[in-house]
DNA sequence: CCGGAACCTACTGGAAGGTAACCTTACGCG
DNA sequence: CGCGTAAGGTTACCTTCCAGTAGGTTCCGG
């Protein structure tokens, strides 16, 4: 009979890993679509073509689940950064490619990482783990220009480097939320300009100054 | 008579315009405590010292009370920056003069302004008026940008300009972000941060130069 | 004394987080 | 081979919370 071979071959029994990994790709999608709290776990089940329970059953809460989202993106992309980021490079060289990478990244997951990153902020639970990535971020490119600074025989205050570095890393954040809400805007440009505020400033800029990348 | 002043001060019917307004505040310490989903109009209309069905007859939905608190912040953080920012002094110093405004006021409006900011960015009912907001401050510093370019003789894409002035708007919200936890912290040092990585750039800040603001 | 503005208590209706209890297929092991 | 059991999966429910409202009361001005 035909019947005796089912049909459907989507719906198909899968192991806890694979699910997993689906389920954080509906949340992510759900999440950055509706926001924390106006995302439903039914929505977020649904769109992963699996049942409510199952979702508690893996990854717990609501809060829990979209920590694990926020945890799985922010940790590629701090990866995809500092795989490019060559110890030994001279400064401006390093911030570029960062960038580049950064850029390249966001690009590259518009709905997911940006507007997930938005969405944690603010959100009281979330900002405790948030705030510990971002540090990390910051801590990346503080200590960037530490060694930087240190080669050009100074001795830095941290406050300086650190406070520098969230400047660099908003006015990132920033353009990459322009990024998300742009579908056709190329990443590469926009990596390009911000290394030319970021590395040259305002002043050099309205000068008619331009970064290099010579590389 | 005595009489006539009344002697509850507390409990008193009070014109529209006054309870408007207090419910206003309420709602903005509420909702930059709370989040805004969180946040529940029992707790506001508590805080205001009044009952849940004067807010809404006053400022109707949960949303528009929202956005009432956006907007009235927002557009009294603009009018204190654009008040000191003289029309025909030399781009630094109408910058230094921003920022030091900017800052200022976050610094002073610490649990309003900075965290209802970040409430209503991804929340999908009030991206389109934050970007709006967003946008007149992106204008005003872009302007500033084009007059000091056209001053130098050179005419500038609007493209360059704007992304340049998002990244300042991004670095700015960012460092605002940590002031407004940090409530410690000295604006006026903040500002000057800013306007060295601003101004000056990543590349000649770790060349040990500084911004100066010789007034 | 009447109209309307200020104000209240008390309710409803629905949405959504979370769970209990149950089914069903794969597959390891005797 | 077959059988038991755990892992994959489901439906249907409970509960709580909260935006929003119905309908009534008090007070002031004219």
Request: glycine content about 8%; proline content about 4%.
């Amino acid at each position: 009979m035909l019947a005796s071979v089912p049909a459907t071959p989507t719906f198909k029994r899968l192991p806890r890993a694979v699910r997993e990994q689906q389920m954080l790709d509906a949340a992510v999608r759900v999440f950055s679509r509706r926001g924390f709290h106006a995302a439903s776990m039914d929505e977020i089940a649904d769109d992963a073509g699996i049942s409510k329970p199952m979702v508690y059953a893996y990854l717990g809460s609501k809060e829990q689940l979209f920590l694990a989202c926020v945890h799985r993106e922010g940790t590629r992309m701090l990866e995809a950064i500092v795989a490019v980021v060559g110890a030994d490079l001279p400064a401006d060289q390093q911030l570029w490619r960062g960038l580049r990478a950064f850029f390249g990244f966001v690009g590259a997951h518009r709905d997911g990482w940006a507007v997930l990153y938005r969405q944690a902020r603010g959100q009281e639970a979330f900002i405790a783990d948030l705030a510990h990535m971002r540090e990390r971020m910051v801590e990346v490119i503080a200590g960037l220009f530490r060694r930087a600074v240190q080669a050009h025989g100074r001795l830095p205050r941290e406050a300086d480097l650190s406070a520098t570095a969230y400047a660099l890393v908003g006015a990132a954040e920033s353009l990459a939320d322009w990024l998300a809400d742009h579908p056709d805007a190329d990443p590469e440009k926009i990596a390009t300009r911000m290394m030319n505020v970021a590395w040259l400033g305002a002043g050099q800029l309205l000068r008619g100054e331009v970064w290099r990348r010579d590389e």
